[in-house]
T-cell receptor, first 114, second 113 residues
Framework: EAQVTQNPRYLITVTGKKLTVTCSQN?????MSWYRQDPGLGLRQIYY?????VTDKGDVPEGYKVSRKEKRNFPLILESPSPNQTSLYFC?????WGQGTEAFFGQGTRLTVV | AQSVTQLGSHVSVSEGALVLLRCNYS??????LFWYVQYPNQGLQLLLK??????LVKGINGFEAEFKKSETSFHLTKPSAHMSDAAEYFC???????????FGTGTKLQVIP
């Protein structure tokens, strides 16, 4: 089954404790991205990747890191989480970035930083 | 800067009534336009998309949207609301030549029995 898998689904952590949210897709998609969803703000892009070893900042990259060492995986790293990073996070992938191809989303990761 | 505007963060309709969710975008280049739906505790899934073919686009679950270039709009409609349509709906735009997709702030649809 074609899917984007994120883990974990729920995470509560403390300020400053490094964490990684994993994302994996099995569709051989080139383009992957991370979004955060906050009430009243919709989805805002954090980082995106057009292919292996090619990443770039989205609209709200501060406090986040990403890497794309393999085509299927695109982990999101919070090196020193803060309470303002409490949010619902989504990973998405699409076949390419250059055309109007739709995004496939993971189920989301609800992160709480206390 | 490119932007996407969804009018109305909450919309309520009666079961069987017309659903109209509005989306406008700023544009200086041709857009690709999408509507996504998010059910509670789930990720987003594609409802429909416009990619420069027919201006009236039909999607899943009886939804459709019309691209109106002169109005820079891509409103989502459904003739008759069903209880199962209650969800949050997001309009998204990708501009030709740009690498990012911009989402609107979402509209929560409530269907009243």
């Amino acid at each position: 089954e074609a899917q984007v898998t994120q883990n974990p689904r729920y995470l509560i952590t403390v300020t400053g404790k490094k964490l990684t949210v994993t994302c994996s897709q099995n569709m051989n998609h080139e383009y992957m991205s991370w979004y955060r969803q906050d009430p009243g703000l919709g989805l805002r892009q954090i980082y995106y990747s057009m292919n292996v070893e090619v990443t770039d900042k989205g609209d709200v990259p501060e406090g986040y890191k990403v890497s794309r060492k393999e085509k299927r995986n695109f982990p999101l790293i919070l090196e020193s989480p803060s309470p303002n990073q409490t949010s619902l996070y989504f990973c998405a992938s699409s076949l390419s970035w250059g055309q109007g191809t739709e995004a496939f989303f993971g189920q989301g990761t609800r992160l709480t930083v206390v | 800067a490119q932007s996407v505007t969804q009018l109305g963060s909450h919309v309520s309709v009666s079961e069987g009534a017309l659903v109209l969710l509005r989306c406008n975008y700023s544009s200086s280049v041709p857009p690709y336009l999408f509507w996504y739906v998010q059910y509670p505790n789930q990720g987003l899934q594609l409802l429909l998309k416009y990619t420069s073919a027919a201006t009236l686009v039909k999607g899943i679950n009886g939804f459709e949207a019309e691209f109106k270039k002169s109005e820079t709009s891509f409103h989502l409609t459904k003739p008759s609301a069903h209880m199962s349509d209650a969800a949050e709906y997001f309009c998204a735009v990708k501009w030709e030549g740009y690498q990012k997709v911009t989402f609107g702030t979402g509209t929560k649809l409530q269907v009243i029995p």
